[in-house]
T-cell receptor, first 110, second 117 residues
Framework: RKEVEQDPGPFNVPEGATVAFNCTYS??????FFWYRQDCRKEPKLLMS???SGNEDGRFTAQLNRASQYISLLIRDSKLSDSATYLC???????????FGTGTRLQVTL | GAGVSQSPSNKVTEKGKDVELRCDPI?????LYWYRQSLGQGLEFLIY????????KSGLPSDRFSAERTGGSVSTLTIQRTQQEDSAVYLC???????????????FGDGTRLSIL
C-alpha cells in the first residue's frame, strides 16, 4: 500500500459547484498534514495545513479523520482559477520527511 | 524575505555529460528535499536532508545520482553520465523542523528544467 494515496481524477466540475477530494495515508502515527496546489508547469504551493479540529480558509475547508486515516479538501463555489492539481502531503510520524501523494487534478469549466 | 532559490533555471546538455544543480534553501530551514517531476507526472522523491542527520537517499534512482548539503545550507544534486530519461524538472524544497513529531510545510523553489539531448 502506498504511504499516501489520492484519486488522480480528473474531476471536471462546473463553475460554482462544490467539490471534495480525499487522501488516505498508511501510517497511523502521522502528525502533520498539508494540502498543496500545483499549476501546470509550476512548483507546488502550500494551500493550507490540516488541523485535527478541521480548518477553513475562505472557500476551502480541510478535515482530518484519524480513525479512517484520511484527510479531505472541500472547495465551495468553484472558480475557473481553482483548476489545478491538488497534492496531499503527510509526514511519517517521526518528524521525518514529508511524503506527497500523486495529486488530484481539478478542472473547473464554464 | 528570500524564498528557495534554484539554479540554473534551465539546463540543456548532451547525453553522457555530468550536471550539477544547486539549491539555496530559506535561511534557517533545517530540512531540505530534492524531487523530480516529469511532464504530467507526480513528484518523485529523491533525497532528504535534516540537520546533521544522515540523509535519506532512498529515492535516488541510481548510483549516477548524488547530493550534498554543505554547512547545513546550500545543496547540490549531481547527475553523472546523464541519460535521456533524466530529463525532468528538478525541484528543491526546504522546511523548518521545530522538533518533536511535527513538520512545518515545505516551500519550493522554481525548479531546474533539465533536458538531455
Amino acid at each position: 500500500r502506498k504511504e499516501v494515496e489520492q484519486d488522480p481524477g480528473p474531476f471536471n466540475v462546473p463553475e460554482g459547484a462544490t467539490v471534495a477530494f480525499n487522501c488516505t495515508y498508511s501510517n497511523s502515527a502521522s502528525q502533520s498534514f498539508f494540502w498543496y496546489r500545483q499549476d501546470c508547469r509550476k512548483e507546488p504551493k502550500l494551500l493550507m495545513s490540516v488541523y485535527s479540529s478541521g480548518n477553513e480558509d475562505g472557500r476551502f475547508t480541510a478535515q482530518l479523520n484519524r480513525a479512517s486515516q484520511y484527510i479531505s479538501l472541500l472547495i465551495r463555489d468553484s472558480k475557473l482559477s481553482d483548476s489545478a492539481t491538488y497534492l496531499c502531503v503527510v509526514n511519517r510520524g517521526t518528524a521525518s520527511k514529508l511524503t506527497f501523494g500523486t495529486g488530484t487534478r481539478l478542472q473547473v469549466t464554464l | 524575505g528570500a524564498g528557495v532559490s534554484q539554479s540554473p533555471s534551465n539546463k540543456v546538455t548532451e547525453k553522457g555529460k555530468d550536471v550539477e544543480l544547486r539549491c539555496d534553501p530559506i535561511s534557517g530551514h533545517t530540512a531540505l528535499y530534492w524531487y523530480r517531476q516529469s511532464l504530467g507526472q507526480g513528484l518523485e522523491f529523491l533525497i532528504y536532508f535534516q540537520g546533521n542527520s544522515a540523509p535519506d537517499k532512498s529515492g535516488l534512482p541510481s548510483d549516477r545520482f548524488s547530493a550534498e548539503r554543505t554547512g547545513g545550507s546550500v545543496s547540490t544534486l549531481t547527475i553523472q553520465r546523464t541519460q535521456q530519461e533524466d530529463s525532468a524538472v528538478y525541484l528543491c524544497a526546504s522546511s523548518l523542523h521545530l522538533g518533536g513529531n511535527s513538520n512545518q510545510p515545505q516551500h519550493f523553489g522554481d525548479g531546474t528544467r533539465l533536458s538531455i539531448l
